[in-house]
T-cell receptor, first 117, second 112 residues
Framework: AQKVTQAQTEISVVEKEDVTLDCVYE???????LFWYKQPPSGELVFLIR??????QNEISGRYSWNFQKSTSSFNFTITASQVVDSAVYFC??????????????FGTGTRLTIIP | AAGVIQSPRHLIKEKRETATLKCYPI?????VYWYQQGPGQDPQFLIS???????DKGSIPDRFSAQQFSDYHSELNMSSLELGDSALYFC???????????FGPGTRLTVL
């Protein structure tokens, strides 16, 4: 069975600080995808990134960066120079793309990030 | 760009009533997923459809049923509603794999 663990339930940082959200996953599959979604107070789920299990390159997108380490089954998310608009619940998720048509997402329990002005 | 459309956005029902939630996927997306997110919880997979056929089933109560129509829109039917069914219901759609699920804005169901 697949499992995603986000040990940090809530994090608060002062604006402009850097913050890292941790994600650890468990799967027996050799091929899988990892995702991060953002859920702002308005409630929608906003896609941030998808990472293939065969691609361990780290990725940077503006103030966001992701560190994928297969050896430790981790897919951590860092926000640099945080802003108030980054305040949201962030979910890490895992899917199994080899089971065609059955690629449901398994979510972690989420990390509530609060950026203090 | 077109997004997933869900209707209604908010729904208030009484216990034992029925509810129908609708989802219109992004054009050319052939797979639809339904998730339920209780207060303070992570989204839980309910059911999915690929090319109008049910492809997987998660923790969906027997009181719930769903289908995908010929135009690819999907409906989640919920009967004998209980207080515990109060939640945010998300629909997501996805083009042919490998691909990403894109979520709709959700339908917030409140059962009184």
């Amino acid at each position: 069975a697949q499992k995603v663990t986000q040990a940090q339930t809530e994090i608060s940082v002062v604006e402009k600080e850097d913050v890292t959200l941790d994600c650890v996953y468990e799967t027996r599959d050799t091929t899988y995808y990892l995702f991060w979604y953002k859920q702002p107070p308005s409630g929608e789920l906003v896609f941030l990134i998808r990472r293939n299990s065969f691609d361990e390159q780290n990725e940077i997108s503006g103030r966001y960066s992701w560190n994928f380490q297969k050896s430790t089954s981790s897919f951590n998310f860092t926000i640099t120079a945080s802003q108030v608009v980054d305040s949201a619940v962030y979910f890490c998720a895992l899917s199994d793309p080899t089971n065609f048509g059955n690629e449901k997402l398994t979510f972690g329990t989420g990390t509530r990030l609060t950026i203090i002005p | 760009a077109a997004g997933v459309i869900q209707s209604p956005r908010h729904l208030i029902k009484e216990k034992r009533e029925t509810a129908t939630l609708k989802c219109y996927p992004i054009p050319r997306h052939d797979t639809v997923y339904w998730y339920q997110q209780g207060p303070g919880q992570d989204p839980q997979f309910l059911i999915s459809f690929y090319e109008k056929m049910q492809s997987d089933k998660g923790s969906i109560p027997d009181r719930f049923s769903a289908q995908q129509f010929s135009d690819y829109h999907s409906e989640l039917n919920m009967s004998s509603l209980e207080l515990g069914d109060s939640a945010l219901y998300f629909c997501a759609s996805r083009p042919p794999p490998p691909s990403t699920q894109y979520f709709g804005p959700g339908t917030r169901l409140t059962v009184l």
